[in-house]
């Protein structure tokens, strides 16, 4: 308990030996009893390079919806050894685009059974609510249409829009739509060079060249059209993930922002100036808009990442490392990884391993991202005619089964209103409800919820199994047994208050 800092002396302890006093006597005043947990740190929207982040509603269907499908398809699933290839085995532009084209035999990218249909139906299945698409890759394959004359796209080499195939299929869901797109391209030897001064190290074996510096320039160009494409031709765009932003494979996507120009406007005296041609201009001023000008101008509402060198709307946390720590609750946090242990792209050799996430892992990602206020997106990795693993949709219906039960304890919650333990157990909550993640090292069949301000508790069940708990108390309760078998990588325990969480921070 706190005291105010008039009371921290002699009448202090008189205080603090009354408060004990009444303890010991069993009674409680109603204006004494703890004012349970703080209430949660507010993201607060704030401004760079012109742009402004979205406000908070524009964010809660994200933080409502909790589970997306990432998709990382493209060139480089023909071959099958994943999305880094080109880079990791230097292959250059020329030998590359060879997969693209039946020549290249069983490392054809022919898309023969691409059925988006399909990747939504299984998103459904799994509980997601929202895809993302690789659009494009670091490879700089399209799977567009983009009308740049330097673009390399599906639509010259399979005569299909991909993307607006995707884009039907997750609408004709119900789902969100998604997109990523990579401004690197390893097809621009400028991309490494772009003063045409001081090439950094690669694997492709380029050098130092005064040609590099307008070659950078068309590889910003391309990024420009093909943005604008990606924004105009598809209609709403929820989410966009921005990758790849940073320049030569060094420092970071803020760094590079003096060369993309990711904010509101253009910059006249840039280095590397778009072509008018390709200009956007904006009427009120008429100034040439930047990446995210452009976005803010055709995709008002799109939710974006940090990786072009603008802030972004929200952070993310990359990989399989467990997630621990606090409650993200002044930015908004997207944790992405891979079912596929290692690449993003399809790996063969992974998938005849059967070297892919099991559903319980993927539970306890899930558990450890809704205590945390953050949401998941899992990737799969379709095979070069377009067909996810067998093993991957596997785990993902076995997940949706999970989630069918337990969805109450994910969807539209937000964490807290405690801070969790690491690997051990969380909180989230909704309405009147509090929700108990117990992880495996958990150890126990009762567990005991601190006090929430004046809340008394009507009920608590376990959510997994429906069965009704038995507790003792009616704030600082203990709750007793709970059956940690039936769902052991995720144990979550309903605790049911007598008004809304919210109000212990309504004063």
């Known amino acids: 308990m706190r005291f105010p800092k008039s009371r921290r002396c002699g009448a202090g302890r008189a205080v603090v030996a009354a408060f004990f006093c009444c303890l010991a ?3 409680f005043a109603a ?5 349970g947990p703080p209430e949660p740190a507010v993201r607060v929207p704030q401004t760079q390079l012109g742009v402004t982040q979205l406000p908070n509603d524009k964010l809660d269907w994200l933080l409502d919806a909790k589970f997306g499908m990432f998709i990382h398809w493209g060139l480089y699933s023909g071959p099958g050894r994943g999305e880094w290839l080109m880079q990791n085995e230097g292959i250059l532009p020329d030998k590359y685009r060879q997969f693209a084209f039946p020549e290249s035999g069983d490392a054809y990218f022919d898309a023969a059974d691409y059925h988006p249909d399909a990747w939504a139906k299984l998103a459904e299945d799994a509980g997601m609510k929202w895809m993302c698409l690789t659009t494009r890759h670091h490879d700089g394959f399209c799977l567009f249409d983009s009308p740049h004359p330097n673009a390399f796209t599906s639509m010259q080499t399979l005569h299909r829009d991909l993307v607006a195939e995707y884009v039907k299929a997750c609408r004709g869901a119900g789902l969100r739509v998604g997109i990523y797109y990579s401004p690197l391209s390893w097809r621009y030897p400028g ?26 320039r068309l590889m910003k160009e391309e990024n420009y059209v093909n943005v604008k494409k990606l924004l105009t031709a598809y209609g709403k765009i929820d989410h966009i993930y921005w990758d790849g932003g940073w320049l030569g494979q060094k420092g970071s996507d803020a760094d590079a922002a003096y060369f993309h ?26 100034k040439a808009l930047g990446i995210m000008g452009m976005v803010r101008k055709y995709q008002p509402d799109a939710i974006t990442n940090l990786r072009y060198g603008w802030m972004g709307d929200i952070i993310e946390e990359e990989g399989s490392q467990e997630t621990v720590g606090k409650i993200r609750s002044s930015v908004i946090c997207d944790k992405n990884l891979t079912m596929q242990n290692g690449a993003w792209g ?38 070069r005619h377009g067909v996810i693993p067998d093993i991957e949709q596997t785990r993902l219906r076995e997940m949706g089964a999970w989630m069918t039960k337990m969805g109450e304890s994910i969807y539209g919650t937000r964490g807290g209103p405690w ?14 409800t509090v929700y108990v993640h117990l992880l495996k090292e958990y150890v126990g069949n009762t567990f005991k919820m601190p006090p929430l301000g004046k809340l008394h508790v009507k009920k608590a069940y376990e959510v997994y199994t429906g069965k009704s708990l038995p507790f003792d108390g009616d704030s600082n309760i203990n709750i007793g047994d709970i059956d940690r078998t039936a769902s052991p990588a995720d144990c979550v325990i309903a605790v049911v208050y007598d008004d809304d969480v919210k109000s212990v921070w309504n004063k």
């Open 419 to 432: 801070e969790p333990v690491d690997k051990r157990y969380g909180y989230c909550f909704k309405g009147s």
């Open 261 to 286: 120009e990711p904010g509101q406007y253009l910059d006249p005296a840039n280095r590397w100036p778009i072509g008018k041609q390709y200009q956007d201009i904006e009427e009120s001023t008429g």
């Open 346 to 383: 399809y790996d063969a050799q992974s998938i005849a391993r059967g070297d892919v996430m099991t559903r319980d892992q993927l539970v306890r990602f899930m558990a450890n991202c809704v205590v945390r206020n953050m949401t998941l997106l899992v990737n799969v990795a379709p095979d």
């Open 31 to 35: 204006d004494t009893q703890p004012s």
């Open 191 to 216: 991309y490494y060079d772009v003063t045409g001064t001081n090439c950094l190290p690669n694997k492709f074996g380029y050098t130092t060249d005064p040609a590099h510096l307008e070659n950078a």
């Open 25 to 27: 006597a069993g009674s």
